[in-house]
T-cell receptor, first 111, second 113 residues
Framework: KQEVTQIPAALSVPEGENLVLNCSFT??????LQWFRQDPGKGLTSLLL?????REQTSGRLNASLDKSSGRSTLYIAASQPGDSATYLC??????????FGAGTILRVKS | DAGITQSPRHKVTETGTPVTLRCHQT?????MYWYRQDPGHGLRLIHY???????DKGEVSDGYSVSRSKTEDFLLTLESATSSQTSVYFC????????????FGSGTRLTVV
């Protein structure tokens, strides 16, 4: 069974810092990995999708990497802003109807 | 999110009444999913569809039924609402093929009193 762990569970940083969110998984038989953002009371917004054969994806200030051999993915946020405050979720697609989520990292960026 | 809408956004209903939530997509994606999100449990799959009239159960399907009569619409029905079904419900869509990601709707907040 795929186990997904996100560290840290919560993070508070001053504006402008670069930060890294971590996601670890136990089963490397994945098709792809998605990082989502969820604002309070809102839906999930897809940030980045990494295919199983890829190592990283970038979108603006966000960079996500995938290392299947070590069972890790990281989301790097450069020059953080208060608007980045949200819960960040990693999710692994295992095929069929199986999308496995981590518990999330709650990020607060202080101005 | 673009291409996927859920209705209603909020609903309060009484115990024992039937409730139907609607998910509508304009992306012509093959797969549609219903999840519920609860504190301490994260997102759990209720039912999903892999085509018109083709549906299957997820991990928490008891008390729920679904229907998909058109590609664009996926309905979730609580046959007789209970307080344990108070939750936020999310619909998601995905194209066919293993390499594609999920797109989630904005959610329906359901309160059963």
């Amino acid at each position: 069974k795929q186990e997904v762990t996100q560290i840290p569970a919560a993070l508070s940083v001053p504006e402008g810092e670069n930060l890294v969110l971590n996601c670890s998984f136990t089963d490397s038989a994945i098709y792809n990995l998605q990082w989502f953002r969820q604002d309070p009371g809102k839906g999930l917004t897809s940030l980045l999708l990494i295919q199983s054969s890829q190592r990283e994806q970038t979108s603006g200030r966000l960079n996500a990497s995938l290392d299947k051999s070590s069972g890790r993915s990281t989301l790097y946020i450069a020059a953080s802003q208060p608007g980045d405050s949200a819960t960040y979720l990693c999710a692994f697609y295992l095929g069929g109807n199986k999308l496995v989520f981590g518990a999330g990292t709650i990020l607060r960026v202080k101005s | 999110d673009a291409g996927i809408t859920q209705s209603p956004r909020h609903k309060v209903t009484e115990t024992g009444t039937p409730v139907t939530l609607r998910c509508h997509q304009t992306e012509n994606h093959r797969y549609m999913y219903w999840y519920r999100q609860d504190p301490g449990h994260g997102l759990r799959l209720i039912h999903y569809s892999y085509g018109v009239k083709d549906t299957d159960k997820g991990e928490v399907s008891d008390g729920y039924s679904v229907s998909r009569s058109k590609t664009e619409d996926f309905l979730l029905t609580l046959e007789s609402a209970t307080s344990s079904q108070t939750s936020v419900y999310f619909c998601a869509i995905r194209p066919g093929g293993q390499g594609y990601g999920y797109t989630f709707g904005s959610g329906t907040r359901l309160t059963v009193v």
